[in-house]
């Protein structure tokens, strides 16, 4: 998927400052607050197919983003509000994430899997209106949980944020700083590095699963070798062996990764995985914390 950025004046002024990201990096349990989203993350994707079709790289994530923002943006006096086919589309190649055919099968997806539904009584057949059913929403709630349960190890205002993902209001006005500030396109913006994993079907969960898969006894993200087994690493995330070898070995040649043994599937995590790694959570842990604040703060007034 071709991403080009779109980033307001003001969404790239929040860039956190390289101390910030340092010093989320330097607390102690900033290993524990890894562990906590690598774990939490990769349990929701875990061998179920429906789940890695629509949610495990960071174009069909936003998707389903934009998806939540037309569906809580509804209302009953504007007929030009919610979710449709037709706005999710234009929404998609307005953020610049996806062309509109990819936007129309990833929502026809959507709907065949029930996590959008139409509108039972519209009061205009001709919008075929759609609304975000339960389980889609509620997937989304657990992702932000795996990170907001690793925010508040590791910042101050981290236990306000997760305390409000279980306030309805807090939801819709909490993704609207997201969408309305790029949240996606800021991280990679600052840490670019990451591209390699999260531009890539699966690589982000793969990602995390080498993040957690050292030793007992070793860091998080492990100092010493790991080993992966990549037909059970396709398996688990619903890509294919190929696809998962290639990135493996895109990640050495860009010295991320070095190899550990001769069997292909052990590997040293380098300083520059973990530097891409550590900042790209640190920069999303202050991100999330910033807006969460923001959607409190207006939740608050109203």
Same mark, same amino acid.
């Given at each position: 998927? $071709?991403?080009?950025?779109?980033?307001?004046?003001?969404?790239?002024?929040?860039?956190?400052?390289?101390?910030?990201?340092?010093?989320?990096?330097?607390?102690?349990?900033?290993?524990?607050? +890894?562990?906590?989203?690598?774990?939490?993350?990769?349990?929701?994707?875990?061998?179920?197919?429906?789940?890695?079709?629509?949610?495990?790289?960071?174009?069909?994530? /936003?998707?389903?983003?934009?998806?939540?923002?037309?569906?809580?943006?509804?209302?009953? =006096?504007?007929?030009?509000?919610?979710?449709?086919?037709?706005?999710?589309?234009?929404?998609?190649?307005?953020?610049? @994430? @996806?062309?509109?055919?990819?936007?129309?099968? %990833?929502?026809?997806?959507?709907?065949?899997?029930?996590?959008?539904?139409?509108?039972?009584?519209?009061?205009?057949?001709?919008?075929?209106?759609?609304?975000?059913?339960?389980?889609?929403?509620?997937?989304?709630?657990?992702?932000?949980?795996?990170?907001?349960?690793?925010?508040?190890?590791?910042?101050? =205002?981290?236990?306000?944020?997760?305390?409000?993902?279980?306030?309805?209001?807090?939801?819709?006005?909490?993704?609207?700083?997201?969408?309305?500030?790029?949240?996606?396109?800021?991280?990679?913006?600052?840490?670019?590095?990451?591209?390699?994993? @999260?531009?890539?079907?699966?690589?982000?969960?793969? %990602?995390?699963?080498? @993040?957690?898969?050292?030793?007992?006894?070793?860091?998080?993200?492990?100092?010493?070798? $790991?080993?992966?087994?990549?037909?059970? /690493?396709?398996?688990?995330?619903? +890509?294919?062996?190929?696809? $998962?070898?290639?990135?493996?070995?895109?990640?050495?040649?860009?010295? *991320?990764?070095?190899?550990?043994?001769?069997?292909?599937?052990?590997?040293?995590? /380098?300083?520059? *995985?973990?530097?891409? +790694?550590?900042?790209?959570?640190?920069?999303? *842990?202050? /991100?999330?914390?910033?807006?969460?604040?923001?959607?409190?703060?207006?939740?608050?007034?109203?």
């Amino acid at each position: 998927m $071709v991403w080009l950025s779109a980033m307001s004046a003001e969404a790239r002024s929040l860039k956190p400052s390289r101390e910030a990201i340092d010093q989320v990096r330097a607390h102690p349990r900033f290993p524990d607050a +890894v562990r906590h989203l690598s774990t939490g993350f990769i349990a929701q994707f875990k061998g179920n197919r429906i789940v890695n079709a629509l949610f495990n790289d960071r174009g069909r994530l /936003l998707i389903n983003w934009l998806a939540l923002y037309l569906h809580w943006s509804r209302s009953v =006096d504007d007929p030009n509000s919610g979710l449709t086919a037709g706005r999710l589309k234009a929404l998609c190649i307005e953020h610049r @994430c @996806c062309s509109g055919g990819r936007a129309e099968a %990833m929502l026809a997806l959507m709907r065949m899997f029930g996590y959008v539904v139409p509108a039972q009584e519209p009061a205009d057949r001709r919008l075929r209106l759609l609304f975000a059913a339960d389980k889609l929403v509620d997937a989304q709630i657990e992702r932000w949980r795996s990170y907001f349960g690793g925010m508040a190890m590791v910042l101050e =205002d981290g236990q306000a944020a997760l305390d409000a993902l279980d306030r309805a209001p807090f939801r819709p006005v909490f993704t609207r700083e997201l969408i309305d500030h790029d949240f996606i396109d800021l991280v990679v913006d600052f840490v670019p590095e990451i591209r390699l994993f @999260c531009e890539r079907t699966g690589g982000w969960l793969i %990602m995390f699963t080498l @993040c957690i898969s050292g030793s007992p006894d070793d860091s998080v993200p492990p100092r010493g070798p $790991v080993n992966v087994s990549i037909s059970e /690493l396709a398996r688990r995330f619903g +890509v294919s062996r190929p696809h $998962v070898r290639k990135l493996l070995n895109d990640a050495v040649a860009g010295g *991320f990764l070095a190899r550990a043994g001769d069997n292909g599937e052990a590997f040293l995590l /380098l300083q520059p *995985f973990h530097d891409a +790694v550590e900042d790209t959570i640190a920069t999303q *842990f202050l /991100l999330y914390t910033e807006f969460a604040g923001r959607a409190l703060r207006k939740i608050g007034r109203d």
